[in-house]
């Protein structure tokens, strides 16, 4: 296959004099060269049981020889309960036939250098919707509550649609009038949903992984515990803000309990809910200090959601920079600060310690090489942040696809990105 070249060259003294983004780091006990993250984010690369195929490893090999330190894979959906709720854009863990490609994804990011955690699904809860979409309508969507989802029209991202309308093309609107009405989560729905997550922690440790990130943010099935707005629970689920903690306080416990005090596990929150009566800045503040209080070796923040998605897919580098800073604050734990894919903000916000780690999703798809480019003094693919070859592909159920990067999808028919050579197994 034809490769084109995207490097773009500037002077060494911009890039190559930073130093912050290069220092090692720990969470935990793992160790972790740099101060980068790929954050999780699904791929629809993934075959039609939910298993990795070569080309979801050829994706991350291509991350992880670039130089990122920490690679956050997934979500992988580990309970029947939640497992058709969103076809096959993340991964499936529901049978050990899943088992040989998940080690296979761990062992390759190994081998090109970087650290791997995986990300558990919880459910996609109330976020399931069937217009432009391959989800049934008929499907049995279960929430918190029953909260429908609704997107106002002020909530989509300016670029994208500023994007798609230059090239006449439709901008995807996820939902609106035909989002499906979820039902509210039985209490043993619930504590299966607990155990099941809990049971798949040392299965993903023996498999190779150097930890796990439990997925309660982006307003899925996990956040709508968290939500005042959208649990209206009156049991030992619902309530005061303590008591709407139940959920993810039982998820940290049981899984702590199951693979022990070693194993790194890490939460993934929202910092705000960006809608009237939602989750805010202070609600996260108080809901970090009990993840920490819990075990959790650190956090990866979010924001907003499907319903306020200018926020959960920002148009400009940073935005939460500042926000995570002040959550930061509280914590002894390490903090993982998202959507960051401009040099001098990463930079800037690692040595004056607002972060303990930058992390990008959309910045990695643009240029699996970032981390290598800027050590070298070389600018980066800057991602045009237009959505439509990731996100708009994704809600159709097609693999990810980028317009400032013509290897995205086709990694497996690169052969820098395949093993080399034998990878070490123990004996």
Request: one cysteine or more; charged letters at 25%.
């Amino acid at each position: 296959m034809a490769r084109t070249s995207s490097i773009q060259t500037r002077k060494p003294s911009d890039d190559s004099r930073k130093i912050a983004i290069f220092q090692p780091t720990r969470i935990g006990n793992v160790e972790i060269k740099n101060r980068v993250a790929m954050t999780a984010m699904c791929t629809s690369y993934q075959d039609n049981f939910g298993h990795a195929t070569e080309q979801s490893k050829a994706f991350i090999n291509a991350r992880a020889k670039g130089g990122v330190g920490l690679i956050i894979a997934g979500s992988v959906t580990v309970t029947q309960l939640h497992a058709d709720r969103r076809g096959n854009s993340g991964y499936k863990m529901l049978n050990p036939f899943a088992h040989p490609g998940l080690a296979d994804l761990a062992e390759q990011a190994h081998l090109f250098g970087s650290r791997i955690f995986m990300q558990i699904s919880i459910g996609q809860g109330r976020q399931v919707y069937h217009k432009h979409t391959w989800v049934n309508p008929q499907l049995d969507v279960i929430s918190a509550s029953p909260v429908a989802l609704y997107i106002s029209p002020e909530m989509y991202p300016r670029k994208p649609v500023e994007y798609h309308k230059r090239m006449g093309l439709e901008y995807i609107r996820f939902c609106g009038d035909e989002a499906l009405m979820p039902r509210e989560a039985t209490i043993s729905e619930i504590e299966e949903t607990e155990d099941t997550v809990a049971a798949s922690v040392p299965i993903l440790k023996s498999l190779g992984y150097d930890g796990i990130e439990i997925h309660s943010s982006h307003g899925y099935f996990a956040f709508s515990f968290l939500s005042p707005r959208q649990n209206l629970r009156t049991d030992r689920y619902g309530g005061d803000l303590q008591q709407r903690m139940t959920f993810l306080r039982n998820l940290l416990r049981k899984s702590r309990q199951a693979v022990g005090e070693d194993f790194v596990v890490g939460v993934r929150l929202t910092l705000d809910e960006h809608i009237e009566g939602g989750l805010t800045l202070e609600h996260t503040k108080l809901i970090a200090k009990e993840v920490e209080k819990e075990g959790a070796n650190y956090i990866c923040f979010s924001d907003g959601s499907h319903e306020a998605m200018k926020y959960y897919f920002p148009d400009e580098s940073g935005t939460m920079i500042e926000r995570a800073a002040e959550v930061k604050k509280l914590l002894n734990i390490p903090i993982i600060t998202p959507s960051v894919d401009n040099t001098d903000q990463a930079e800037e916000a690692l040595s004056s310690g607002k972060t303990d780690m930058i992390g990008m999703a959309r910045g990695l798809l643009a240029d699996p090489n970032w981390v290598n480019k800027v050590a070298a003094g070389k600018r980066p693919v800057k991602c045009i942040k237009c959505n439509y070859g990731c996100m708009n592909r994704l809600k159709r159920g097609l693999g990810l696809r980028c317009v400032v990067n013509p290897e995205l999808g086709f990694e497996q028919y690169i052969p820098e990105y395949r093993p080399s050579r034998p990878i070490p197994r123990p004996i």
